[in-house]
């Protein structure tokens, strides 16, 4: 439902008489994130041309969290000309890798911190986090998070580490999960929102 709420917020260019000619000639520019305001939906950010996202990420005491965030930035454009144009943007990052994953029905995953930066698309299914907080984040298709917490540590011996991860309900849980190259200038420590 998700998902299909933020096509029907871009096809609403059509509507406004945009025409892939007049956007052909901008180039797209970087997104940027900031914390969304509180109890904002889905449908909120995407009425602002903005995309709703979770962030889990350690601060500077080794402790994970999750923070609300809002994709910023996304631009009208024809992404394949002659096609009508719609809102989109450019991560300003490098992927390493695309993995396509199946939690199978009564996945548990002890505490473990991502293995670096990543984003994490639910395609179906359900599945949850518990970060170091006692912070519970579910997702469900068309929901998303960037992962950042790979810089949690125990701050007392046998304190928890990053986070928990299970599948949920009755369906295994589909997920794509993209991992960004490591980029030595760039750190995600203590950042509730950060690309």
Request: with cysteine; net charge negative; hydrophobic share 40%.
């Amino acid at each position: 439902m998700k998902t299909f709420l933020w096509a029907m917020a871009l096809a609403s260019t059509q509507i406004a008489g945009v025409h892939a000619s007049d956007s052909a000639k901008r180039k797209p520019v970087l997104l940027t994130t900031e914390v969304a305001p509180a109890n904002m939906t889905a449908e909120q950010a995407t009425a602002k041309h903005e995309v709703l996202y979770a962030n889990v990420w350690a601060d500077d005491k080794g402790a994970t969290h999750v923070s609300q965030c809002v994709l910023k930035g996304l631009d009208l454009q024809s992404f394949a000309p002659p096609a009508s144009p719609y809102y989109f943007g450019l991560a300003p990052e490098d992927v390493q890798s695309v993995v396509f994953s199946v939690l199978p029905k009564g996945w548990y995953g002890d505490w473990h911190h991502a293995p670096g930066p990543q984003w994490v698309i639910t395609l179906s299914g359900a599945w949850e986090i518990q970060t170091a907080d006692g912070s519970t984040l579910r997702q469900g298709p068309g929901e998303f998070q960037f992962n950042s917490d790979e810089s949690a540590y125990a701050s007392t011996p046998g304190a928890h580490v990053g986070h928990t991860a299970r599948q949920v309900g009755e369906v295994p849980n589909v997920r794509v999960i993209i991992t960004l190259k490591k980029n030595p200038l760039q750190t995600y420590a203590n950042k509730p929102c950060v690309l």
